[in-house]
Nanobody
Framework: QLQLVESGGGLVQPGGSLRLSCAASGFTLDDYIIGWFRQAPGREREGVSCISRSGGATKYADSVKGRFTISRDNAKNTVLLQMNSLKPEDTAVYYC?????????????????WGQGTQVTVSS
């Protein structure tokens, strides 16, 4: 069964850090482009970051550039999202997803397998 499971979310104060993890079962993560997305209440799902199969190419939304870092841990079959200098506007449910294309994109329609999401809340 193809499955993605996110973990690492929680409540953090502004300026704090969290590291999200995306673990796969039923397939090998480094065979696919993997993306992170988020959705805040009342807002559309937006792309946060994505990483190529090799890990050599990454993309970030302008709103998180310089603060978030995506990486792969192939030995653990996981993709990580390190989030630093968190802001209240980063509050959302974060999802990881497996791309169905070979082109790295943060267009949600290109992703066919999704995790259940993990809540990130940035608040004092």
């Amino acid at each position: 069964q193809l499955q993605l499971v996110e973990s690492g979310g929680g409540l953090v104060q502004p300026g704090g850090s969290l590291r999200l993890s995306c673990a796969a079962s039923g397939f090998t993560l480094d065979d696919y482009i993997i993306g992170w997305f988020r959705q805040a209440p009342g807002r559309e799902r937006e792309g946060v970051s994505c990483i190529s199969r090799s890990g050599g190419a990454t993309k970030y939304a302008d709103s998180v550039k310089g603060r978030f870092t995506i990486s792969r841990d192939n030995a653990k079959n996981t993709v990580l999202l390190q989030m630093n200098s968190l802001k209240p506007e980063d509050t959302a449910v974060y999802y990881c997803a497996r791309s169905s294309t070979v082109v790295a994109t943060m267009y949600a329609g290109s992703y066919a397998v999704w995790g259940q999401g993990t809540q990130v809340t940035v608040s004092s």
